[in-house]
Protein backbone atom coordinates (compact mmCIF):
# COMPACT_ATOMS: atom_id res chain seq x y z
CA UNK A 1 0.00 0.00 0.00
CA UNK A 2 1.72 3.31 -1.23
CA UNK A 3 0.70 6.45 0.26
CA UNK A 4 1.24 10.21 -0.70
CA UNK A 5 1.30 13.32 1.20
CA UNK A 6 -1.40 15.59 0.35
CA UNK A 7 1.23 18.30 -0.25
CA UNK A 8 2.98 16.26 -2.76
CA UNK A 9 -0.04 15.62 -5.04
CA UNK A 10 -1.27 17.75 -8.20
CA UNK A 11 -4.79 18.24 -6.44
CA UNK A 12 -3.22 19.93 -3.31
CA UNK A 13 -1.91 22.72 -5.64
CA UNK A 14 -4.82 22.65 -7.54
CA UNK A 15 -7.07 22.80 -4.17
CA UNK A 16 -4.54 26.46 -3.39
CA UNK A 17 -5.51 27.33 -6.55
CA UNK A 18 -8.89 27.25 -6.40
CA UNK A 19 -8.90 28.54 -3.18
CA UNK A 20 -7.32 31.82 -4.57
CA UNK A 21 -9.20 31.97 -7.19
CA UNK A 22 -12.77 31.29 -5.74
CA UNK A 23 -12.78 29.45 -2.06
CA UNK A 24 -11.85 32.42 0.10
CA UNK A 25 -14.86 34.42 -1.13
CA UNK A 26 -16.84 31.92 -1.41
CA UNK A 27 -20.42 32.92 0.20
CA UNK A 28 -22.73 30.15 0.96
CA UNK A 29 -25.96 32.52 0.53
CA UNK A 30 -24.84 33.19 -3.14
CA UNK A 31 -24.61 29.62 -4.01
CA UNK A 32 -28.22 29.00 -2.59
CA UNK A 33 -29.42 31.48 -4.75
CA UNK A 34 -27.62 30.24 -8.05
CA UNK A 35 -28.03 26.59 -7.37
CA UNK A 36 -32.13 25.66 -6.62
CA UNK A 37 -30.11 21.83 -6.04
CA UNK A 38 -27.56 22.54 -3.43
CA UNK A 39 -29.55 21.11 0.05
CA UNK A 40 -29.47 17.34 -2.69
CA UNK A 41 -25.49 17.65 -3.81
CA UNK A 42 -24.82 18.72 -0.57
CA UNK A 43 -26.96 16.48 1.51
CA UNK A 44 -26.90 12.55 2.05
CA UNK A 45 -28.24 9.42 3.86
CA UNK A 46 -26.08 6.96 5.72
CA UNK A 47 -26.57 4.25 7.76
CA UNK A 48 -28.60 5.88 10.38
CA UNK A 49 -27.55 9.17 10.29
CA UNK A 50 -28.56 11.98 7.89
CA UNK A 51 -25.70 14.67 6.89
CA UNK A 52 -26.72 18.19 5.43
CA UNK A 53 -23.47 19.68 4.27
CA UNK A 54 -24.63 22.34 2.44
CA UNK A 55 -24.14 25.14 4.99
CA UNK A 56 -20.67 24.97 4.19
CA UNK A 57 -17.89 26.89 1.93
CA UNK A 58 -17.55 24.06 -0.90
CA UNK A 59 -18.94 23.76 -4.11
CA UNK A 60 -19.36 20.59 -6.49
CA UNK A 61 -15.81 22.04 -7.77
CA UNK A 62 -14.23 21.66 -4.51
CA UNK A 63 -15.34 18.73 -3.82
CA UNK A 64 -13.97 17.13 -6.78
CA UNK A 65 -10.58 18.27 -6.26
CA UNK A 66 -11.19 16.82 -2.24
CA UNK A 67 -11.92 13.65 -3.89
CA UNK A 68 -9.38 13.61 -6.23
CA UNK A 69 -6.65 14.56 -3.34
CA UNK A 70 -8.29 11.27 -1.53
CA UNK A 71 -7.25 8.98 -4.32
CA UNK A 72 -3.94 10.78 -5.13
CA UNK A 73 -2.83 10.20 -1.41
CA UNK A 74 -4.56 6.59 -1.83
CA UNK A 75 -6.55 6.99 0.82
CA UNK A 76 -9.30 4.24 -0.46
CA UNK A 77 -5.73 1.85 -0.16
CA UNK A 78 -5.56 3.27 3.08
CA UNK A 79 -8.62 2.24 4.23
CA UNK A 80 -9.10 -1.08 2.58
CA UNK A 81 -5.41 -1.94 4.36
CA UNK A 82 -6.88 -0.77 7.69
CA UNK A 83 -9.99 -3.54 6.95
CA UNK A 84 -7.61 -6.02 5.63
CA UNK A 85 -5.89 -6.30 8.56
CA UNK A 86 -2.44 -4.80 7.69
CA UNK A 87 0.02 -3.42 10.24
CA UNK A 88 -1.21 0.70 9.50
CA UNK A 89 -0.58 1.48 13.11
CA UNK A 90 3.43 1.47 11.51
CA UNK A 91 4.83 3.28 14.75
CA UNK A 92 3.82 0.62 16.98
CA UNK A 93 3.26 -1.96 14.54
CA UNK A 94 0.17 -2.81 14.95
CA UNK A 95 -2.75 -3.67 12.96
CA UNK A 96 -5.76 -1.46 13.54
CA UNK A 97 -9.15 -3.45 13.62
CA UNK A 98 -11.53 -1.69 16.17
CA UNK A 99 -13.92 -2.49 13.55
CA UNK A 100 -13.76 -6.00 14.09
CA UNK A 101 -15.15 -5.52 17.30
CA UNK A 102 -18.60 -4.81 15.86
CA UNK A 103 -18.21 -7.47 12.63
CA UNK A 104 -20.65 -9.94 12.88
CA UNK A 105 -19.24 -13.48 12.90
CA UNK A 106 -17.91 -15.10 9.72
CA UNK A 107 -20.35 -18.01 9.51
CA UNK A 108 -23.17 -14.89 9.21
CA UNK A 109 -21.31 -13.02 6.66
CA UNK A 110 -22.43 -13.15 2.92
CA UNK A 111 -19.35 -14.52 0.51
CA UNK A 112 -17.78 -10.72 -0.09
CA UNK A 113 -16.37 -10.74 3.45
CA UNK A 114 -15.45 -14.01 3.29
CA UNK A 115 -11.70 -11.96 2.72
CA UNK A 116 -11.80 -11.38 6.10
CA UNK A 117 -10.43 -14.95 6.30
CA UNK A 118 -7.47 -13.71 6.81
CA UNK A 119 -8.58 -12.31 10.24
CA UNK A 120 -10.82 -15.35 11.18
CA UNK A 121 -8.99 -16.51 13.98
CA UNK A 122 -9.57 -12.66 15.60
CA UNK A 123 -12.80 -12.62 15.08
CA UNK A 124 -13.76 -16.00 16.64
CA UNK A 125 -11.87 -14.43 19.46
CA UNK A 126 -14.14 -11.25 19.64
CA UNK A 127 -17.22 -13.54 19.22
CA UNK A 128 -15.85 -15.34 22.07
CA UNK A 129 -15.04 -12.38 24.45
CA UNK A 130 -17.93 -10.83 23.44
CA UNK A 131 -20.13 -13.84 24.36
CA UNK A 132 -18.83 -14.04 27.28
CA UNK A 133 -18.83 -10.50 28.58
CA UNK A 134 -22.33 -10.23 27.66
CA UNK A 135 -23.14 -13.02 29.87
CA UNK A 136 -21.04 -11.43 32.66
CA UNK A 137 -23.11 -8.00 32.02
CA UNK A 138 -26.60 -10.11 32.20
CA UNK A 139 -25.47 -12.19 35.15
CA UNK A 140 -24.86 -8.41 37.29
CA UNK A 141 -28.33 -7.01 35.21
CA UNK A 142 -30.04 -9.75 37.11
CA UNK A 143 -27.92 -9.16 40.50
CA UNK A 144 -30.16 -7.62 42.71
CA UNK A 145 -27.36 -7.29 45.17
CA UNK A 146 -25.17 -5.56 42.82
CA UNK A 147 -26.64 -1.68 43.02
CA UNK A 148 -23.36 0.29 42.04
CA UNK A 149 -21.07 -0.22 39.19
CA UNK A 150 -17.98 2.36 39.50
CA UNK A 151 -16.01 2.53 36.49
CA UNK A 152 -12.02 3.30 36.97
CA UNK A 153 -10.34 4.08 33.96
CA UNK A 154 -9.17 7.45 31.74
CA UNK A 155 -9.34 8.47 28.30
CA UNK A 156 -10.39 5.83 26.03
CA UNK A 157 -11.38 3.71 29.03
CA UNK A 158 -13.94 6.17 30.28
CA UNK A 159 -14.52 8.77 27.86
CA UNK A 160 -16.34 6.09 25.57
CA UNK A 161 -18.53 3.99 27.96
CA UNK A 162 -19.17 6.90 30.24
CA UNK A 163 -20.43 9.45 26.70
CA UNK A 164 -22.11 6.52 25.75
CA UNK A 165 -23.82 5.26 29.50
CA UNK A 166 -25.18 8.74 29.58
CA UNK A 167 -26.73 9.40 26.06
CA UNK A 168 -28.44 6.19 26.55
CA UNK A 169 -29.82 6.78 29.59
CA UNK A 170 -33.50 6.52 28.36
CA UNK A 171 -32.41 2.60 27.84
CA UNK A 172 -30.78 1.96 31.33
CA UNK A 173 -31.53 -0.83 33.44
CA UNK A 174 -33.65 0.99 36.76
CA UNK A 175 -31.84 -0.11 39.58
CA UNK A 176 -28.71 0.19 38.69
CA UNK A 177 -26.00 3.19 39.38
CA UNK A 178 -23.23 3.64 37.06
CA UNK A 179 -20.46 5.95 38.49
CA UNK A 180 -17.15 6.97 36.82
CA UNK A 181 -13.77 7.97 38.36
CA UNK A 182 -11.20 8.99 35.90
CA UNK A 183 -9.25 11.44 37.39
CA UNK A 184 -6.31 10.69 40.15
CA UNK A 185 -7.94 13.78 42.22
CA UNK A 186 -9.44 11.74 44.88
CA UNK A 187 -11.95 14.02 45.36
CA UNK A 188 -13.54 12.17 42.64
CA UNK A 189 -12.77 8.61 44.18
CA UNK A 190 -13.40 9.82 47.61
CA UNK A 191 -17.19 11.21 46.47
CA UNK A 192 -18.56 8.23 44.45
CA UNK A 193 -17.03 5.77 47.71
CA UNK A 194 -19.59 8.21 49.80
CA UNK A 195 -22.24 6.79 47.97
CA UNK A 196 -22.04 3.02 47.71
CA UNK A 197 -22.38 0.45 50.01
CA UNK A 198 -19.18 -2.17 49.37
CA UNK A 199 -21.16 -5.20 49.66
CA UNK A 200 -23.24 -3.81 47.02
CA UNK A 201 -20.66 -2.37 44.66
CA UNK A 202 -19.29 -3.96 41.77
CA UNK A 203 -15.57 -1.93 40.89
CA UNK A 204 -14.85 -2.45 36.89
CA UNK A 205 -11.20 -1.72 36.46
CA UNK A 206 -11.39 -0.51 32.98
CA UNK A 207 -7.48 -0.21 31.40
CA UNK A 208 -5.42 -1.25 28.14
CA UNK A 209 -1.97 -1.24 29.69
CA UNK A 210 -3.43 -1.83 32.94
CA UNK A 211 -0.32 0.38 34.06
CA UNK A 212 -1.84 4.29 33.80
CA UNK A 213 -1.33 5.90 37.10
CA UNK A 214 -4.48 7.57 37.56
CA UNK A 215 -5.91 3.92 36.48
CA UNK A 216 -3.88 2.25 38.86
CA UNK A 217 -4.28 4.65 41.83
CA UNK A 218 -7.93 4.47 41.88
CA UNK A 219 -8.26 0.77 41.64
CA UNK A 220 -5.71 0.39 44.54
CA UNK A 221 -7.65 2.77 46.73
CA UNK A 222 -10.78 1.66 45.94
CA UNK A 223 -9.58 -1.92 46.78
CA UNK A 224 -8.11 -0.87 50.12
CA UNK A 225 -11.48 1.24 50.39
CA UNK A 226 -13.41 -2.46 49.67
CA UNK A 227 -11.09 -4.30 52.56
CA UNK A 228 -11.15 -1.79 55.33
CA UNK A 229 -15.42 -1.66 55.01
CA UNK A 230 -14.53 -5.49 55.59
CA UNK A 231 -15.04 -6.53 52.12
CA UNK A 232 -13.46 -9.93 51.18
CA UNK A 233 -14.83 -11.51 48.19
CA UNK A 234 -12.91 -9.30 45.33
CA UNK A 235 -13.64 -12.17 42.78
CA UNK A 236 -17.59 -10.48 43.11
CA UNK A 237 -16.76 -7.47 43.52
CA UNK A 238 -14.00 -6.43 41.45
CA UNK A 239 -13.39 -7.02 37.50
CA UNK A 240 -11.04 -6.03 34.95
CA UNK A 241 -10.52 -4.76 31.33
CA UNK A 242 -7.66 -4.91 30.00
CA UNK A 243 -5.01 -6.65 26.93
CA UNK A 244 -2.50 -7.33 30.07
CA UNK A 245 -4.65 -9.90 31.83
CA UNK A 246 -1.50 -11.04 34.02
CA UNK A 247 -1.33 -7.40 35.85
CA UNK A 248 -5.22 -7.58 36.94
CA UNK A 249 -4.41 -11.42 37.87
CA UNK A 250 -1.27 -9.93 39.81
CA UNK A 251 -3.08 -6.88 41.47
CA UNK A 252 -5.90 -9.67 42.80
CA UNK A 253 -8.59 -9.39 40.13
CA UNK A 254 -9.70 -12.78 38.71
CA UNK A 255 -12.35 -12.02 36.81
CA UNK A 256 -11.15 -10.35 33.51
CA UNK A 257 -12.44 -9.90 30.32
CA UNK A 258 -9.18 -9.36 27.96
CA UNK A 259 -8.82 -7.62 24.28
CA UNK A 260 -6.34 -7.24 21.83
CA UNK A 261 -3.50 -4.41 21.24
CA UNK A 262 -4.63 -3.89 17.68
CA UNK A 263 -8.12 -1.66 19.54
CA UNK A 264 -6.35 2.12 19.91
CA UNK A 265 -7.58 3.50 23.74
CA UNK A 266 -9.21 6.33 22.05
CA UNK A 267 -11.36 3.21 19.59
CA UNK A 268 -12.41 0.68 22.40
CA UNK A 269 -15.57 1.09 23.87
CA UNK A 270 -16.94 -1.83 21.16
CA UNK A 271 -14.29 -3.71 23.38
CA UNK A 272 -14.32 -5.32 26.77
CA UNK A 273 -13.83 -1.17 27.81
CA UNK A 274 -17.80 -1.43 26.79
CA UNK A 275 -18.64 -3.41 29.86
CA UNK A 276 -20.33 -0.53 31.87
CA UNK A 277 -22.78 0.12 28.78
CA UNK A 278 -23.70 -3.69 28.03
CA UNK A 279 -24.59 -3.88 32.04
CA UNK A 280 -26.71 -0.53 31.60
CA UNK A 281 -28.25 -1.85 28.47
CA UNK A 282 -27.85 -4.76 28.27
CA UNK A 283 -26.88 -7.51 25.80
CA UNK A 284 -29.36 -6.90 23.16
CA UNK A 285 -28.60 -3.16 23.58
CA UNK A 286 -24.91 -3.73 22.65
CA UNK A 287 -25.18 -5.54 19.87
CA UNK A 288 -27.29 -3.09 18.63
CA UNK A 289 -25.01 -1.04 19.06
CA UNK A 290 -22.20 -2.74 17.71
CA UNK A 291 -24.50 -3.33 14.60
CA UNK A 292 -25.42 0.25 14.20
CA UNK A 293 -21.51 0.70 13.81
CA UNK A 294 -20.72 -2.09 11.61
CA UNK A 295 -23.70 -0.43 9.42
CA UNK A 296 -21.15 2.23 9.25
CA UNK A 297 -18.29 0.75 8.77
CA UNK A 298 -19.90 -0.92 5.98
CA UNK A 299 -20.98 2.17 4.12
CA UNK A 300 -17.10 3.88 5.21
CA UNK A 301 -15.79 0.35 3.05
CA UNK A 302 -18.19 0.13 -0.05
CA UNK A 303 -20.20 3.43 -0.76
CA UNK A 304 -18.18 5.54 -3.51
CA UNK A 305 -16.50 8.26 -2.91
CA UNK A 306 -18.57 10.61 -3.72
CA UNK A 307 -21.29 9.40 -1.65
CA UNK A 308 -19.24 8.66 1.00
CA UNK A 309 -20.07 10.37 4.39
CA UNK A 310 -17.19 9.69 6.57
CA UNK A 311 -14.90 10.63 3.41
CA UNK A 312 -17.11 13.70 2.77
CA UNK A 313 -16.72 15.27 6.07
CA UNK A 314 -13.12 14.31 6.44
CA UNK A 315 -12.11 16.07 3.29
CA UNK A 316 -14.02 19.08 4.42
CA UNK A 317 -12.08 19.11 7.58
CA UNK A 318 -8.86 19.15 5.60
CA UNK A 319 -10.68 21.50 3.39
CA UNK A 320 -10.82 24.19 6.34
CA UNK A 321 -8.03 23.52 8.39
CA UNK A 322 -5.36 23.64 5.26
CA UNK A 323 -7.09 26.12 3.12
CA UNK A 324 -9.35 28.38 4.84
CA UNK A 325 -7.03 28.22 7.82
CA UNK A 326 -9.90 27.38 10.35
CA UNK A 327 -8.54 26.32 14.12
CA UNK A 328 -11.36 24.95 15.42
CA UNK A 329 -14.31 22.80 14.68
CA UNK A 330 -17.14 23.07 17.24
CA UNK A 331 -19.94 20.75 18.00
CA UNK A 332 -23.54 21.35 19.09
CA UNK A 333 -25.40 18.35 20.41
CA UNK A 334 -29.05 19.14 20.76
CA UNK A 335 -29.74 16.45 22.94
CA UNK A 336 -29.04 16.45 26.34
CA UNK A 337 -28.04 13.28 27.03
CA UNK A 338 -24.95 13.70 24.62
CA UNK A 339 -23.12 16.07 27.30
CA UNK A 340 -20.07 14.49 26.92
CA UNK A 341 -20.22 13.63 23.15
CA UNK A 342 -17.78 16.40 22.85
CA UNK A 343 -15.47 15.04 25.19
CA UNK A 344 -15.50 12.08 23.35
CA UNK A 345 -14.83 13.93 20.18
CA UNK A 346 -12.05 15.43 21.59
CA UNK A 347 -9.62 12.46 22.30
CA UNK A 348 -11.13 10.47 19.37
CA UNK A 349 -9.59 13.66 17.36
CA UNK A 350 -6.52 15.50 18.63
CA UNK A 351 -5.28 12.55 20.76
CA UNK A 352 -5.78 10.58 16.96
CA UNK A 353 -4.75 13.87 14.61
CA UNK A 354 -3.10 16.38 16.53
CA UNK A 355 0.89 15.47 15.09
CA UNK A 356 3.30 17.16 13.27
CA UNK A 357 4.98 14.85 11.65
CA UNK A 358 4.30 12.53 9.18
CA UNK A 359 3.94 8.78 9.43
CA UNK A 360 8.13 8.51 8.70
CA UNK A 361 8.68 11.25 10.94
CA UNK A 362 9.09 14.04 8.79
CA UNK A 363 8.25 17.32 9.90
CA UNK A 364 4.90 18.84 8.35
CA UNK A 365 4.69 21.62 6.76
CA UNK A 366 1.09 22.28 7.01
CA UNK A 367 -1.47 22.39 10.20
CA UNK A 368 -3.35 18.85 10.97
CA UNK A 369 -6.42 18.52 13.83
CA UNK A 370 -8.67 21.37 14.75
CA UNK A 371 -9.11 21.80 18.70
CA UNK A 372 -12.78 20.39 18.62
CA UNK A 373 -15.28 21.52 21.71
CA UNK A 374 -18.45 22.27 22.48
CA UNK A 375 -21.35 22.00 24.67
CA UNK A 376 -25.33 20.97 24.35
CA UNK A 377 -27.01 23.02 22.61
CA UNK A 378 -29.06 24.67 23.60
CA UNK A 379 -26.58 25.82 26.39
CA UNK A 380 -24.16 26.95 24.59
CA UNK A 381 -26.01 29.30 22.65
CA UNK A 382 -26.36 31.23 26.30
CA UNK A 383 -22.25 30.64 26.64
CA UNK A 384 -20.38 31.17 23.30
CA UNK A 385 -22.36 31.38 20.51
CA UNK A 386 -21.63 34.60 20.45
CA UNK A 387 -18.54 34.80 19.80
CA UNK A 388 -19.70 32.32 16.68
CA UNK A 389 -21.85 34.57 15.05
CA UNK A 390 -19.79 38.05 15.88
CA UNK A 391 -16.53 36.62 16.63
CA UNK A 392 -13.11 37.36 14.70
CA UNK A 393 -12.63 33.56 14.31
CA UNK A 394 -14.66 31.56 11.98
CA UNK A 395 -15.94 28.73 13.54
CA UNK A 396 -17.39 25.69 11.53
CA UNK A 397 -20.05 24.21 13.72
CA UNK A 398 -21.65 20.79 13.46
CA UNK A 399 -24.84 20.15 14.96
CA UNK A 400 -26.28 16.97 16.04
CA UNK A 401 -30.26 16.72 16.28
CA UNK A 402 -32.22 14.12 17.24
CA UNK A 403 -36.16 13.76 15.48
CA UNK A 404 -37.85 11.96 17.66
CA UNK A 405 -37.26 12.64 21.72
CA UNK A 406 -38.02 9.76 24.31
CA UNK A 407 -39.72 12.09 26.48
CA UNK A 408 -43.27 12.79 25.98
CA UNK A 409 -42.95 16.91 27.69
CA UNK A 410 -44.79 19.56 25.08
CA UNK A 411 -43.53 21.63 23.94
CA UNK A 412 -39.70 20.77 24.59
CA UNK A 413 -38.62 19.02 21.85
CA UNK A 414 -39.62 21.40 18.89
CA UNK A 415 -38.53 23.88 20.68
CA UNK A 416 -35.03 22.58 21.00
CA UNK A 417 -35.19 21.04 17.09
CA UNK A 418 -36.18 24.92 15.93
CA UNK A 419 -33.26 26.23 18.35
CA UNK A 420 -30.90 23.83 15.90
CA UNK A 421 -31.67 24.38 12.92
CA UNK A 422 -32.13 28.17 13.65
CA UNK A 423 -28.69 28.65 15.05
CA UNK A 424 -27.43 27.34 11.75
CA UNK A 425 -29.28 29.79 9.68
CA UNK A 426 -28.16 32.29 11.64
CA UNK A 427 -24.56 31.74 11.56
CA UNK A 428 -25.39 31.41 7.29
CA UNK A 429 -27.92 33.94 6.84
CA UNK A 430 -26.59 36.55 9.18
CA UNK A 431 -28.01 40.17 9.25
CA UNK A 432 -27.27 43.33 8.09
CA UNK A 433 -26.87 47.09 10.69
CA UNK A 434 -25.78 49.78 9.99
CA UNK A 435 -24.64 50.22 13.45
CA UNK A 436 -21.85 47.43 13.95
CA UNK A 437 -22.74 46.16 17.36
CA UNK A 438 -25.74 44.62 15.63
CA UNK A 439 -24.23 42.92 12.45
CA UNK A 440 -24.18 39.48 11.73
CA UNK A 441 -21.24 38.54 8.74
CA UNK A 442 -22.98 35.57 7.91
CA UNK A 443 -21.52 32.87 5.55
CA UNK A 444 -20.57 31.29 8.89
CA UNK A 445 -20.23 27.43 7.84
CA UNK A 446 -21.95 24.46 9.83
CA UNK A 447 -22.32 20.98 9.23
CA UNK A 448 -26.28 19.18 10.39
CA UNK A 449 -26.22 15.67 11.61
CA UNK A 450 -29.76 14.46 12.14
CA UNK A 451 -30.69 10.92 13.62
CA UNK A 452 -34.08 9.60 13.91
CA UNK A 453 -33.71 8.69 17.59
CA UNK A 454 -31.21 8.40 19.92
CA UNK A 455 -30.71 4.24 20.66
CA UNK A 456 -28.09 2.22 20.63
CA UNK A 457 -27.96 1.37 16.77
CA UNK A 458 -27.67 5.28 16.07
CA UNK A 459 -25.30 6.58 18.73
CA UNK A 460 -22.92 3.27 17.48
CA UNK A 461 -23.73 4.64 13.48
CA UNK A 462 -22.45 8.13 14.84
CA UNK A 463 -19.52 7.40 16.31
CA UNK A 464 -18.21 4.99 14.16
CA UNK A 465 -18.93 7.56 11.57
CA UNK A 466 -16.86 10.25 13.75
CA UNK A 467 -13.80 7.64 14.21
CA UNK A 468 -14.31 7.25 10.06
CA UNK A 469 -13.92 10.48 9.11
CA UNK A 470 -10.69 11.29 11.87
CA UNK A 471 -9.72 8.04 9.73
CA UNK A 472 -9.60 10.27 6.56
CA UNK A 473 -8.36 13.70 7.33
CA UNK A 474 -5.44 11.27 9.68
CA UNK A 475 -4.16 9.72 6.09
CA UNK A 476 -4.94 12.24 3.43
CA UNK A 477 -2.57 14.55 5.95
CA UNK A 478 -0.23 11.34 5.74
CA UNK A 479 -0.11 10.68 9.44
CA UNK A 480 -0.18 7.77 11.74
CA UNK A 481 -3.55 8.39 13.64
CA UNK A 482 -3.19 5.77 15.88
CA UNK A 483 -0.21 6.22 17.98
CA UNK A 484 -0.26 8.83 21.00
CA UNK A 485 3.69 9.96 21.82
CA UNK A 486 2.52 13.00 22.63
CA UNK A 487 1.13 11.90 25.83
CA UNK A 488 4.08 9.99 27.74
CA UNK A 489 6.69 12.57 28.09
CA UNK A 490 3.95 14.74 30.87
CA UNK A 491 3.25 10.83 32.39
CA UNK A 492 7.48 10.62 33.02
CA UNK A 493 7.88 14.13 34.63
CA UNK A 494 4.90 13.82 36.89
CA UNK A 495 6.46 11.03 38.81
CA UNK A 496 9.92 12.78 38.83
CA UNK A 497 8.00 15.75 39.99
CA UNK A 498 5.95 13.82 42.29
CA UNK A 499 9.31 12.22 43.83
CA UNK A 500 10.57 15.71 43.86
CA UNK A 501 7.30 17.19 46.00
CA UNK A 502 8.18 13.99 48.65
CA UNK A 503 11.97 14.80 48.81
CA UNK A 504 12.38 18.61 48.59
CA UNK A 505 15.15 18.11 46.37
CA UNK A 506 14.38 20.83 44.09
CA UNK A 507 18.14 21.03 42.13
CA UNK A 508 18.28 21.53 38.58
CA UNK A 509 15.14 22.14 37.65
CA UNK A 510 14.01 25.93 35.85
CA UNK A 511 12.90 28.67 38.00
CA UNK A 512 9.19 28.36 37.40
CA UNK A 513 9.08 24.47 38.67
CA UNK A 514 11.08 25.43 41.43
CA UNK A 515 9.35 28.14 42.46
CA UNK A 516 5.64 26.63 42.30
CA UNK A 517 7.03 23.08 44.25
CA UNK A 518 8.76 25.46 47.22
CA UNK A 519 5.50 27.16 47.28
CA UNK A 520 3.69 23.59 47.13
CA UNK A 521 5.78 22.25 50.19
CA UNK A 522 6.14 25.29 52.01
CA UNK A 523 4.11 25.54 55.50
CA UNK A 524 3.07 28.75 54.57
CA UNK A 525 0.01 29.94 52.51
CA UNK A 526 0.88 30.79 48.72
CA UNK A 527 -1.46 33.35 48.00
CA UNK A 528 -3.00 36.56 50.94
CA UNK A 529 -6.42 36.36 52.09
CA UNK A 530 -9.73 37.88 51.10
CA UNK A 531 -10.50 40.26 53.46
CA UNK A 532 -14.54 40.00 54.23
CA UNK A 533 -16.66 43.29 54.20
O1 LIG B 1 -3.06 9.12 27.92
C1 LIG B 1 -3.02 8.33 26.81
C2 LIG B 1 -3.75 7.04 26.91
O2 LIG B 1 -2.85 6.04 26.57
C3 LIG B 1 -4.98 7.02 26.02
O3 LIG B 1 -4.67 6.79 24.70
C4 LIG B 1 -5.76 5.94 26.66
O4 LIG B 1 -7.10 5.96 26.24
C5 LIG B 1 -5.58 6.31 28.12
O5 LIG B 1 -4.24 6.75 28.20
C6 LIG B 1 -5.83 5.20 29.08
O6 LIG B 1 -4.96 4.11 28.87
P1 LIG B 1 -5.24 2.72 29.54
O7 LIG B 1 -6.55 2.21 29.02
O8 LIG B 1 -4.10 1.85 29.13
O9 LIG B 1 -5.31 2.90 31.03
Not at 276 to 300: N, V, Y
Amino acid sequence: MSRTRCDQTPAWGALQSAFDATGRAFDVRTAFATDPQRFETFSQSAPLVFADLSKNRIDAATEALLLALAQQTGLAAHRDAMFAGDKINTTEGRQVMHWLLRNPPLALMNKARQALQNVASELSAVHATLDAMLAYAEAVRADDGITDVVNIGIGGSDLGPQMAVLALDEFVLPGKRFHFVSNVDGHELAAVLRKVQPEHTLFLVASKTFTTIETMTNAHSAKAWFEAQGGTDIARHFAALTTNVAAANAFGISTCFGFWDWVGGRYSVWSAIGLPLAMAIGAQGFREFLAGAHAMDEHFRTAPLERNLPIRLGLLDVWYRNFHGFTSRSVAPYHAALKRYPAYLQQLEMESNGKRVDAQGQALPYATSPVVWGEPGTNGQHAYFQMLHQGTDVVPVEFVAVKTPKHSLPGHHTLLLANAVAQAQALMQGKADQGGHKHFTGNRPSTFLLLDDLSPASLGALIALQEHRVFVSGSVWGINSFDQWGVELGKVLAKEVDVRLGSGDFSALDGSTAGLLTRLRNDSPCTGTAVSH
